[in-house]
């Protein structure tokens, strides 16, 4: 592996320089060593930076770069262990650097920081960078020029900031994390506040406020707060400082449940969860003091409950289903143990060690309830982590099952969930348990035909003769809510599918065709009209990015394995109930904020064509990807699931974007996530490749008048595709199920395309123009496109127009032969060829006469 380290226990400079050089050097890791400063340590707290720590490495590296650091003896000692046969590299700012080893390539900069250097270069190579990223490297800088004001300060530096700042580098989070030495009256203002401190309580979590007042003002609050929350044991430190007429509100916390941005925003202040600020004028410290103890509890989320980190819906066995059966479940889900219920009750947990025992003794026949263990420990919705982290401890168990009020199962926590809440992963909402039930008759009635009203209500009478609760689930459903037009019935059915779908057919005298492995069903009226029935189902995955594995289940688990929120709704049909909307998982909520918001972590790794079907959903309703939801795309993009995906997966998932009525804006939104350079690993979409697209899309209309039928996706891919090397282009190629004729046109248009526009742009006759184009197919044809004009277009249109309706009517190379008593020969295609160019600039020739002409020519010849 290659990897870039710097000296021991990291400051910014040192870190950020790693960084910046891995932005320039992707396929290096960067390893540290040691503990982060303290400013460093609170800034990767707010956000996330990948890096692993030296005890993490277990290769042997191959490439050694070393920054803001030019001596072997800070670096780490795992990092060097690993590194002995390593080519090393140094890049350092620091004056008179002297390296006694001569395999070691030392690069020396007279610059105020190294990281200074990287920016640069990135700047050059126009590599982008997030604003949280710009802001790392920017602290960097301000913190070892000393804002600019030590000696050692280059234009270099200067020319980085300004690049950073248009980078969105934020100033207001540079000035709280850059470290400076206070001064006197700093110091002084310091030793006030840490005289002032009081410490209370609220919801259990310990609040330390500090106040005081000055004439003047002095500045570094933010550093000060900073250096006073070091000296104390408080989680969570507010400072209030009045300073002539204005008072300043400066808040830290370590504890993720106390939100400080929410508590300054009722002062109109700003910043970040854990670190925030605000300036008031003429209020009194005593008043700011009170309204921040009033409004503190408003700012605290209590710590995370069972139900918060439990998984559910909850795989349950029935206790006297097999212990094979139980063992099949294990291997398809992964799980390590299974919850067993018997009469709607829990009964017991069997573990996989159990089962497993169970199989290698040839007992897989007995049932499940013969081998678990009925010695039941569970755990309350509402019990704190801290509470079933005990409970798991104590009784040595790796699952717990989660009982609600009513003594019902509700979910299970492994140690894994417990892990991911104890180490305060990021907490993401995803799904609401409370079921959410709403009529939307009314809706219904003033929205659908009569005619499908009618169908809908007959499918849920048939329910109700079968015992059955059949629903309309998916798209119709929210497209229903939306006030968009959508006929496509999608219907669920808790119970046997296959068998209500026979039902449904024998009672409509409809067509079924069935496909019993995923047990669903096709029903086709004699009209053409279709729908299309399921069993309420769950999917598992065996292995990421491949096609589920089904099982029976509930309406609720069957709408919990589905993309997003927007997407996971019912409507019941059964008598009684018809028209009832079930809505577990907030969907509908997210439908009126215009939110894509998948339902569970895992969700973008089990299928990630998930990934592009989210960017579509958004561009066609003009929705946003959830925060939280888009973090957990890139991730799953970075960490490569989607190169899993077959090729003919991700083709589909492009080929419905391009049948949205704004397909290009969801392929901009593809290229902005870097998602598009995952499908086409050589695709770099630039304001050019915008542009052609615009152009071939803003033609398609016209090829279609042209040609029986157009590929559109190959028509797009002769701009993404373009200027491939070939040996990646028969990779892709490949993939994407694309015939070699694709690639042979393509790279034949590339080499003709300059002298075609040329012709075009000066209105070449249609002859000239068909000796290198001829008749050419609709992808070649979308392609010239993609070079044109508007008037370019037009008249390539009429080109095109012509060279497809222009024939000869008269004469055929057979003619020519006996009328003139010739030899068939190439002479004779010549003479078509020639007369048929003829035609294409004359339309009105007289064909005879001008094939006596031509024959006389190429006979004296």
Same mark, same amino acid.
């Given at each position: 592996?290659?990897?870039?380290?710097?000296?021991?226990?990291?400051?910014?400079?040192?870190?950020?320089?790693?960084?910046?050089?891995?932005?320039?050097?992707?396929?290096?890791?960067?390893?540290?060593?040691?503990?982060?400063?303290?400013?460093?340590?609170?800034?990767?707290?707010?956000?996330?930076?990948?890096?692993?720590?030296?005890?993490?490495?277990?290769?042997?590296?191959?490439?050694?770069?070393?920054?803001?650091?030019?001596?072997?003896?800070?670096?780490?000692?795992?990092?060097?262990?690993?590194?002995?046969?390593?080519?090393?590299?140094?890049?350092?700012?620091?004056?008179?650097?002297?390296?006694?080893?001569?395999?070691?390539?030392?690069?020396?900069?007279?610059?105020?920081?190294?990281?200074?250097?990287?920016?640069?270069?990135?700047?050059?190579?126009?590599?982008?960078?997030?604003?949280?990223?710009?802001?790392?490297?920017?602290?960097?800088?301000?913190?070892?020029?000393?804002?600019?004001?030590?000696?050692?300060?280059?234009?270099?530096?200067?020319?980085?900031?300004?690049?950073?700042?248009?980078?969105?580098?934020?100033?207001?989070?540079?000035?709280?994390?850059?470290?400076?030495?206070?001064?006197?009256?700093?110091?002084?203002?310091?030793?006030?506040?840490?005289?002032?401190?009081?410490?209370?309580?609220?919801?259990?979590?310990?609040?330390?406020?500090? =106040? @005081?007042? /000055?004439?003047?003002?002095?500045?570094?609050?933010? *550093?000060?707060?900073? #250096? +006073?929350?070091? %000296?104390? $044991?408080?989680?969570?430190?507010?400072?209030?400082?009045?300073?002539?007429? =204005? @008072?300043? /509100?400066?808040?830290?916390?370590?504890?993720?449940? *106390?939100?400080?941005? #929410? +508590?300054?925003? %009722?002062? $109109?202040?700003?910043?970040?969860?854990?670190?925030?600020?605000?300036?008031?004028?003429?209020?009194?410290?005593?008043?700011?003091?009170?309204?921040?103890?009033?409004?503190?509890?408003?700012?605290?989320?209590?710590?995370?409950?069972?139900?918060?980190?439990?998984?559910?819906?909850?795989?349950?066995?029935?206790?006297?289903?097999?212990?094979?059966?139980?063992?099949?479940?294990?291997?398809?889900?992964?799980?390590?143990?299974?919850?067993?219920?018997?009469?709607?009750?829990?009964?017991?947990?069997?573990?996989?060690?159990?089962?497993?025992?169970?199989?290698?003794?040839?007992?897989?026949?007995?049932?499940?309830?013969?081998?678990?263990?009925?010695?039941?420990?569970?755990?309350?919705?509402?019990?704190?982590?801290?509470?079933?982290?005990?409970?798991?401890?104590?009784?040595?168990?790796?699952?717990?099952?989660?009982?609600?009020?009513?003594?019902?199962?509700?979910?299970?926590?492994?140690?894994?969930?417990?892990?991911?809440?104890?180490?305060?992963?990021?907490?993401?909402?995803?799904?609401?348990?409370?079921?959410?039930?709403?009529?939307?008759?009314?809706?219904?009635?003033?929205?659908?035909?009569?005619?499908?009203?009618?169908?809908?209500?007959?499918?849920?009478?048939?329910?109700?003769?079968?015992?059955?609760?059949?629903?309309?689930?998916?798209?119709?459903?929210?497209?229903?809510?939306?006030?968009?037009?959508?006929?496509?019935?999608?219907?669920?059915?808790?119970?046997?599918?296959?068998?209500?779908?026979?039902?449904?057919?024998?009672?409509?005298?409809?067509?079924?065709?069935?496909?019993?492995?995923?047990?669903?069903?096709?029903?086709?009226?004699?009209?053409?009209?279709?729908?299309?029935?399921?069993?309420?189902?769950?999917?598992?995955?065996?292995?990421?990015?491949?096609?589920?594995?089904?099982?029976?289940?509930?309406?609720?688990?069957?709408?919990?394995?589905?993309?997003?929120?927007?997407?996971?709704?019912?409507?019941?049909?059964?008598?009684?109930?018809?028209?009832?909307?079930?809505?577990?998982?907030?969907?509908?909520?997210?439908?009126?904020?215009?939110?894509?918001?998948?339902?569970?972590?895992?969700?973008?790794?089990?299928?990630?064509?998930?990934?592009?079907?989210?960017?579509?959903?958004?561009?066609?309703?003009?929705?946003?990807?959830?925060?939280?939801?888009?973090?957990?795309?890139?991730?799953?993009?970075?960490?490569?699931?989607?190169?899993?995906?077959?090729?003919?997966?991700?083709?589909?998932?492009?080929?419905?974007?391009?049948?949205?009525?704004?397909?290009?804006?969801?392929?901009?939104?593809?290229?902005?996530?870097?998602?598009?350079?995952?499908?086409?690993?050589?695709?770099?979409?630039?304001?050019?490749?915008?542009?052609?697209?615009?152009?071939?899309?803003?033609?398609?209309?016209?090829?279609?008048?042209?040609?029986?039928?157009?590929?559109?996706?190959?028509?797009?891919?002769?701009?993404?595709?373009?200027?491939?090397?070939?040996?990646?282009?028969?990779?892709?190629?490949?993939?994407?199920?694309?015939?070699?004729?694709?690639?042979?046109?393509?790279?034949?248009?590339?080499?003709?395309?300059?002298?075609?526009?040329?012709?075009?742009?000066?209105?070449?006759?249609?002859?000239?123009?068909?000796?290198?184009?001829?008749?050419?197919?609709?992808?070649?044809?979308?392609?010239?496109?993609?070079?044109?004009?508007?008037?370019?277009?037009?008249?390539?249109?009429?080109?095109?127009?012509?060279?497809?309706?222009?024939?000869?009517?008269?004469?055929?190379?057979?003619?020519?032969?006996?009328?003139?008593?010739?030899?068939?020969?190439?002479?004779?295609?010549?003479?078509?060829?020639?007369?048929?160019?003829?035609?294409?600039?004359?339309?009105?020739?007289?064909?005879?006469?001008?094939?006596?002409?031509?024959?006389?020519?190429?006979?004296?010849?």
């Amino acid at each position: 592996m290659n990897v870039v380290t710097t000296h021991k226990n990291p400051d910014f400079d040192g870190f950020a320089a790693a960084f910046a050089f891995k932005k320039l050097n992707p396929d290096f890791e960067i390893v540290v060593s040691g503990k982060f400063q303290k400013n460093l340590e609170e800034y990767l707290r707010l956000f996330e930076f990948k890096f692993l720590k030296e005890n993490e490495l277990i290769e042997n590296i191959e490439k050694l770069v070393i920054v803001d650091n030019s001596s072997l003896k800070r670096v780490g000692e795992r990092i060097l262990e690993f590194s002995k046969n390593a080519d090393v590299i140094v890049y350092d700012h620091h004056p008179d650097i002297k390296n006694s080893s001569k395999e070691i390539k030392t690069n020396s900069f007279k610059i105020g920081a190294i990281t200074s250097y990287f920016v640069n270069e990135i700047a050059k190579k126009n590599i982008s960078l997030t604003p949280e990223e710009a802001t790392l490297l920017a602290i960097a800088i301000y913190e070892d020029t000393g804002n600019f004001l030590y000696n050692t300060t280059t234009p270099l530096d200067l020319t980085a900031a300004k690049f950073l700042l248009e980078k969105g580098a934020n100033l207001d989070l540079i000035h709280e994390f850059t470290t400076l030495e206070l001064n006197a009256e700093q110091n002084s203002l310091l030793r006030t506040l840490q005289e002032n401190l009081e410490t209370f309580y609220v919801r259990d979590y310990e609040i330390a406020i500090s =106040k @005081t007042e /000055i004439e003047k003002f002095i500045g570094g609050l933010n *550093v000060i707060t900073s #250096k +006073l929350w070091d %000296f104390i $044991n408080a989680d969570t430190l507010i400072i209030v400082t009045r300073m002539g007429k =204005k @008072t300043y /509100i400066v808040g830290r916390t370590r504890n993720p449940d *106390v939100n400080i941005r #929410k +508590l300054v925003e %009722f002062f $109109n202040g700003s910043g970040h969860e854990r670190a925030a600020s605000a300036t008031l004028e003429n209020v009194s410290i005593d008043e700011v003091i009170y309204k921040l103890k009033e409004k503190l509890p408003e700012c605290i989320t209590p710590s995370l409950r069972a139900r918060d980190i439990m998984s559910y819906p909850v795989r349950t066995i029935l206790a006297n289903e097999t212990i094979k059966k139980a063992y099949e479940i294990m291997q398809i889900t992964g799980h390590g143990g299974l919850p067993v219920v018997e009469k709607n009750k829990l009964v017991g947990i069997v573990t996989r060690k159990a089962v497993d025992k169970a199989i290698n003794h040839n007992l897989g026949n007995r049932p499940v309830k013969s081998i678990m263990n009925s010695k039941l420990i569970t755990v309350n919705e509402d019990d704190s982590i801290q509470i079933v982290k005990e409970i798991m401890l104590e009784n040595d168990i790796g699952r717990i099952p989660v009982l609600d009020k009513n003594n019902i199962l509700i979910g299970i926590i492994t140690r894994s969930d417990l892990l991911r809440a104890t180490n305060s992963e990021r907490r993401i909402r995803f799904v609401s348990r409370k079921e959410d039930t709403e009529d939307v008759k009314k809706i219904m009635l003033e929205r659908l035909p009569r005619k499908l009203i009618n169908l809908l209500r007959l499918l849920g009478e048939y329910g109700e003769e079968l015992n059955m609760p059949v629903y309309v689930v998916g798209g119709f459903v929210r497209d229903l809510l939306l006030g968009i037009k959508n006929f496509d019935i999608d219907i669920v059915v808790e119970g046997d599918g296959l068998e209500y779908a026979k039902f449904v057919k024998e009672q409509l005298d409809a067509t079924m065709v069935s496909y019993e492995k995923f047990l669903t069903a096709s029903i086709f009226f004699k009209d053409g009209y279709r729908i299309d029935i399921a069993t309420a189902r769950t999917e598992y995955y065996e292995r990421p990015a491949d096609l589920p594995i089904v099982d029976i289940s509930t309406i609720k688990k069957d709408l919990y394995r589905r993309d997003f929120t927007i997407n996971a709704m019912a409507i019941k049909l059964n008598l009684g109930n018809f028209g009832i909307l079930y809505d577990f998982f907030g969907s509908r909520n997210d439908l009126r904020n215009g939110i894509i918001r998948v339902l569970h972590k895992l969700s973008f790794i089990e299928d990630p064509t998930r990934i592009v079907r989210a960017v579509r959903f958004e561009q066609r309703f003009g929705f946003k990807i959830e925060e939280e939801t888009l973090y957990l795309l890139q991730k799953t993009l970075e960490e490569g699931y989607l190169e899993k995906v077959t090729g003919q997966r991700i083709r589909q998932e492009l080929e419905k974007i391009l049948e949205e009525k704004k397909p290009l804006k969801a392929i901009k939104r593809l290229a902005e996530l870097k998602i598009l350079n995952h499908i086409f690993p050589k695709t770099y979409y630039t304001k050019i490749m915008e542009k052609k697209l615009e152009r071939m899309y803003n033609f398609l209309p016209y090829l279609e008048k042209i040609y029986e039928k157009i590929n559109k996706f190959y028509c797009i891919l002769r701009v993404l595709l373009e200027f491939y090397d070939e040996k990646t282009l028969i990779k892709v190629a490949s993939k994407y199920g694309i015939p070699k004729k694709f690639i042979d046109d393509l790279k034949t248009t590339e080499k003709r395309v300059s002298i075609i526009k040329d012709l075009v742009k000066k209105k070449a006759k249609f002859s000239e123009l068909y000796k290198f184009l001829g008749k050419p197919t609709s992808e070649t044809a979308a392609h010239m496109s993609a070079y044109l004009d508007f008037e370019e277009q037009k008249y390539f249109y009429d080109y095109l127009h012509r060279v497809f309706n222009v024939k000869l009517e008269k004469v055929s190379g057979k003619m020519v032969i006996e009328k003139y008593n010739l030899n068939a020969s190439p002479v004779i295609g010549r003479i078509m060829n020639e007369l048929f160019c003829k035609k294409l600039d004359y339309p009105e020739i007289d064909e005879i006469d001008e094939l006596e002409k031509l024959i006389r020519k190429h006979m004296e010849v």
